[in-house]
C-alpha cells in the first residue's frame, strides 16, 4: 500500500481526558494547552501536515459550575475563532458514591460526560469515508475508542488506501501511561507540553 505524499493528519482532542492526563503527568491546575498548536507541534515532529483540528468537551451549566462554564464557554469561542472545530455536550452532574477504606460510604458530585467519545468515534469513520486524513491523531487515552483503529484498518483495506490511528497523550517517568490500543502511540513529554500553553487565561477574573 503506497505511503501518501504529504501524510494528512486531523486532531481529534478530548478536551477532558487529556486534562486529566496532563495533570496526572505534569500537576497542571486547568486546561492551559493551546489545541491547534500542541496538534500542529506533535504533527511537525511526526513528518505529517496537520491540516484540522478538532475539540470535543462537555460543558456544565452554569448554574451548576459557574467557573466551568464560563472557562469552557470562553475557550471554546476562542478555538473557533481560531479555526478549530469544536463539539461541545452538557456536562450533567451526579451523585456518586464510593465505599472508602474504612468501610464507610463517601458521596460527592461528578461530572458525567456522556456522548463525547461516541461522538469522536463518528467524526473518525466519517472523515476517514470522506478521504479527510491519512491519520487520525486522537489526544486521548479512552480505551473505549480501541474499535475505532479496527474499523479504520477495514476502511484502509476495503478502499486500498494507507490509514492509521494515533494516541497522543502527556506521558512522564513518574506517571507512565499507555495510549488507546490498536493504535500508534505518541508520548507527549513536559518540555512539549509545556511549549504549546494558550497565553490566554479564560477563567472568571476575581472580582472584589
Same mark, same amino acid.
Given at each position: #500500500?503506497?505511503?501518501?505524499?504529504?501524510?494528512?493528519?486531523?486532531?481529534?482532542?478530548?478536551?477532558?481526558?487529556?486534562?486529566?492526563?496532563?495533570?496526572?503527568?505534569?500537576?497542571?491546575?486547568?486546561?492551559?494547552?493551546?489545541?491547534?498548536?500542541?496538534?500542529?507541534?506533535?504533527?511537525?515532529?511526526?513528518?505529517?501536515?496537520?491540516?484540522?483540528?478538532?475539540?470535543?468537551?462537555?460543558?456544565?451549566?452554569?448554574?451548576?459550575?459557574?467557573?466551568?462554564?464560563?472557562?469552557?464557554?470562553?475557550?471554546?469561542?476562542? #478555538?473557533?475563532? +481560531?479555526?478549530?472545530?469544536?463539539?461541545?455536550?452538557?456536562?450533567?452532574?451526579?451523585?456518586?458514591?464510593?465505599?472508602?477504606?474504612?468501610?464507610?460510604?463517601?458521596?460527592?458530585?461528578?461530572?458525567?460526560?456522556?456522548?463525547? +467519545?461516541?461522538?469522536?468515534? @463518528? +467524526?473518525?469513520?466519517?472523515?476517514?469515508?470522506?478521504?479527510?486524513?491519512?491519520?487520525?491523531?486522537?489526544? *486521548?487515552?479512552?480505551?473505549? @475508542?480501541?474499535?475505532?483503529?479496527?474499523?479504520?484498518?477495514?476502511?484502509?483495506?476495503?478502499?486500498?488506501?494507507?490509514?492509521? #490511528?494515533?494516541?497522543?497523550?502527556?506521558?512522564?517517568?513518574?506517571?507512565?501511561?499507555?495510549?488507546?490500543?490498536?493504535? +500508534?502511540?505518541?508520548?507527549?513529554?513536559?518540555?512539549?507540553?509545556?511549549? *504549546?500553553?494558550?497565553?490566554?487565561?479564560?477563567?472568571?477574573?476575581?472580582?472584589?
Amino acid at each position: #500500500m503506497k505511503l501518501p505524499d504529504p501524510i494528512r493528519a486531523v486532531a481529534f482532542f478530548d478536551g477532558q481526558n487529556l486534562f486529566h492526563c496532563a495533570k496526572k503527568a505534569f500537576g497542571y491546575k486547568f486546561p492551559s494547552y493551546d489545541p491547534k498548536l500542541l496538534a500542529e507541534t506533535v504533527c511537525a515532529a511526526k513528518g505529517w501536515v496537520c491540516s484540522g483540528v478538532r475539540f470535543y468537551t462537555g460543558v456544565p451549566d452554569a448554574g451548576d459550575n459557574a467557573f466551568w462554564n464560563h472557562f469552557w464557554v470562553a475557550k471554546g469561542a476562542q #478555538m473557533g475563532r +481560531d479555526g478549530v472545530h469544536v463539539y461541545t455536550r452538557p456536562l450533567r452532574y451526579r451523585n456518586k458514591t464510593v465505599k472508602l477504606p474504612d468501610g464507610s460510604d463517601f458521596s460527592f458530585l461528578d461530572g458525567d460526560e456522556k456522548g463525547i +467519545d461516541v461522538r469522536i468515534a @463518528l +467524526d473518525v469513520i466519517r472523515l476517514a469515508h470522506e478521504d479527510t486524513y491519512d491519520v487520525a491523531l486522537l489526544f *486521548c487515552r479512552d480505551q473505549d @475508542l480501541s474499535e475505532v483503529a479496527e474499523e479504520l484498518r477495514a476502511i484502509s483495506k476495503a478502499t486500498n488506501r494507507w490509514i492509521k #490511528m494515533a494516541s497522543a497523550y502527556p506521558y512522564s517517568p513518574a506517571h507512565k501511561v499507555r495510549g488507546i490500543d490498536k493504535t +500508534d502511540w505518541v508520548q507527549i513529554d513536559r518540555a512539549t507540553y509545556d511549549s *504549546c500553553q494558550d497565553a490566554r487565561d479564560y477563567r472568571p477574573k476575581k472580582t472584589t
